[in-house]
T-cell receptor, first 114, second 112 residues
Framework: EDQVTQSPEALRLQEGESSSLNCSYTVSGLRGLFWYRQDPGKGPEFLFTLYSAGEEKEKERLKATLTKKESFLHITAPKPEDSATYLCAVSIPYSGGGADGLTFGKGTHLIIQP | NAGVTQTPKFQVLKTGQSMTLQCAQD?????MYWYRQDPGMGLRLIYY???????DKGEVPNGYNVSRLNKREFSLRLESAAPSQTSVYFC???????????FGPGTRLTVT
């Protein structure tokens, strides 16, 4: 069964303290890996798409990387406004029997303290 | 651009009542999706529509029906609500089946 596991479940950092969030996946033929940010009471906000091992994407203080088994979301010198839940999701080939749509991990709840 | 809009924002139903959740997107996307989000479970796909005129079941379709009214609109109907359907419902859309999905603000549904 295809699975997406995110770790840690929760992470508390001091402002400026860099760290990484992990997303490991076991899927039969990855079509794409997606990172989202979700603030309380709101819908997920798209951050990055990664399609192949070795690919990297950056946006402000965030950088996402992808290997054959996992993805990392690196947060450099975070600020309090980076506090949110970060969700990882994978898309698998629909021709292989999977439905369209994304399979999500349970997320990492990130708190950045001033 | 409003992106993906959902109505209502909040709803309380009694067991057995029916209702329809509305979703519309103004990005000219082909594919649309309905998810539910429950504590400790993450987001799970209920139904999706790969293109106008088609709909298919996702991971948790029981108790729901959908209608792709036109390219812009995709509705989710609960025919006889049950307490197990208490959840936050999100609609999403994407340009293609492979592309990133954009989510609406959600509908918070409570079934008593």
């Amino acid at each position: 069964e295809d699975q997406v596991t995110q770790s840690p479940e929760a992470l508390r950092l001091q402002e400026g303290e860099s760290s990484s969030l992990n997303c490991s996946y076991t899927v039969s033929g990855l079509r794409g890996l997606f990172w989202y940010r979700q603030d309380p009471g709101k819908g997920p906000e798209f951050l990055f798409t990664l399609y192949s091992a070795g690919e990297e994407k950056e946006k402000e203080r965030l950088k996402a990387t992808l290997t054959k088994k996992e993805s990392f979301l690196h947060i450099t010198a975070p600020k309090p406004e980076d506090s949110a839940t970060y969700l990882c999701a994978v898309s698998i080939p629909y021709s292989g029997g999977g439905a369209d749509g994304l399979t999500f991990g349970k997320g990492t709840h990130l708190i950045i303290q001033p | 651009n409003a992106g993906v809009t959902q109505t209502p924002k909040f709803q309380v139903l009694k067991t057995g009542q029916s209702m329809t959740l509305q979703c519309a997107q103004d990005m000219n996307h082909n594919s649309m999706y309905w998810y539910r989000q429950d504590p400790g479970m993450g987001l799970r796909l209920i139904y999706y529509s790969a293109s106008e005129g088609t709909t298919d079941k996702g991971e948790v379709p029981n108790g729901y029906n959908v209608s792709r009214l036109n390219k812009r609109e995709f509705s989710l109907r609960l025919e006889s609500a049950a307490p197990s359907q208490t959840s936050v419902y999100f609609c999403a859309s994407s340009e293609s089946r492979e592309g990133e999905q954009y989510f609406g603000p959600g509908t918070r549904l409570t079934v008593t």
